[in-house]
């Protein structure tokens, strides 16, 4: 069974090629961002999975999965994430991807969800899919869609819709429409009301 581990987290990806390196019959190659991991893709014999880090550098969101999985005919490719939500991970899994690991799974947990999805099965633990969004309970994210607030995260970052539209894998367009949207639920008039108004109210 061969695996490529592609997160820029040194000591995650270190640890995580450890425990599935001890466990016997697993080989292990890494490296630390996504245009590293299309180089060894391309170069090397097909890997039975993909682990991809959905913030790492050149990543793109899902964009960069969908281009991961359509590299030298396909292969079975999986998002690994500590910030992605259950809304990233519903569309990960709609776009093809072989399952959708949170970081914060235990390592056994993860070594088993690795083979699991190695073998030709699709994972998401379901703990996490069935959970209640944290932000759920806060009254200003109770205003917004998944989608929107995914947006507002954007504008707190300072980005622009160009580079959320990326980010999320929609058009610029229709960020746009989702910024207006969000301004008149929440009552902002610009960017920079829409992410102080989320930082106060502790969203982000």
């Not at 069974?1 to 640890?15: E, F, N, P, Q, Y």
Request: include cysteine; charged fraction near 25%; aromatic fraction near 4%.
């Amino acid at each position: 069974m061969r695996v490529l581990i592609a997160d820029d987290h040194d000591l995650l990806r270190d640890t995580l090629e450890l425990f599935l390196q001890g466990q016997g019959g697993i080989e292990t190659a890494s490296v630390g961002d996504f245009d590293a991991a299309c180089a060894r893709i391309t170069a090397d014999a097909p890997y039975d999975l993909v682990l991809l880090d959905y913030n790492m550098p050149g990543m793109n969101g899902l964009a960069g999965l969908r281009a991961a999985l359509a590299i030298g005919g396909g292969q079975r490719v999986a998002l690994i994430s500590g910030e992605a939500n259950r809304q990233i991970a519903e569309d990960a899994l709609a776009a093809g991807a072989a399952g959708f690991v949170p970081k914060s799974l235990p390592a056994k947990s993860m070594v088993n969800a690795v083979r699991f999805m190695a073998m030709g099965e699709k994972y998401a633990p379901l703990d996490f899919m069935t959970a209640a969004e944290d932000c759920v309970a806060n009254p200003l994210a109770e205003k917004l869609t998944p989608r929107e607030l995914a947006v507002l995260r954007g504008l707190t970052e300072g980005k622009s819709n160009k580079q959320i539209g990326r980010d999320l894998d929609i058009q610029e367009s229709t960020v746009k429409l989702h910024v207006k949207t969000l301004y008149r639920k929440v009552g902002a008039v610009n960017r920079t009301q829409a992410a102080m108004m989320a930082r106060e109210a502790g969203l982000y």
